[in-house]
């Protein structure tokens, strides 16, 4: 059986993306953003970034979708503990 390579890379992008969801869910309920690493989420999220950039390059369709969403996802932690950390002292 041969398995579509599209299909693995639609498989990959829904996983990975999917696995944000509960930290993008949890960030947004309860506001806590003091156990994340300011600095991994705004590297990752750049990479991300960069991860869409290419996909648009090469009109891969799983990429883009993929990571635009992971890009939105992260975007939406990253400034949270931007607001958190900077906007919302005591």
Same mark, same amino acid.
């Given at each position: ?13 829904? !996983?990975? %993306?999917?696995?944000? =969801?509960?930290?993008? +869910?949890?960030? &947004?309920?309860?506001? #806590? ?9 705004? !590297?990752? %999220?750049?990479?991300? =970034?960069?991860?869409? +950039?290419?996909? &648009?390059?090469?009109? #891969? ?9 992971? !890009? ?19």
């Amino acid at each position: 059986m041969i398995i579509n390579q599209e299909l693995i890379g639609y498989a990959a992008g829904a !996983l990975t %993306t999917a696995s944000f =969801l509960p930290q993008a +869910i949890m960030t &947004i309920k309860t506001k #806590d953003t003091s156990s994340l690493s300011l600095g991994m989420y705004s !590297l990752f %999220t750049l990479g991300v =970034l960069c991860w869409l +950039i290419y996909g &648009i390059h090469l009109a #891969d369709y799983a990429i883009v979708i993929s990571n635009a969403i992971t !890009l939105a996802l992260a975007a939406c932690i990253l400034s949270f503990k931007v607001y958190h950390s900077f906007c919302n002292r005591p």
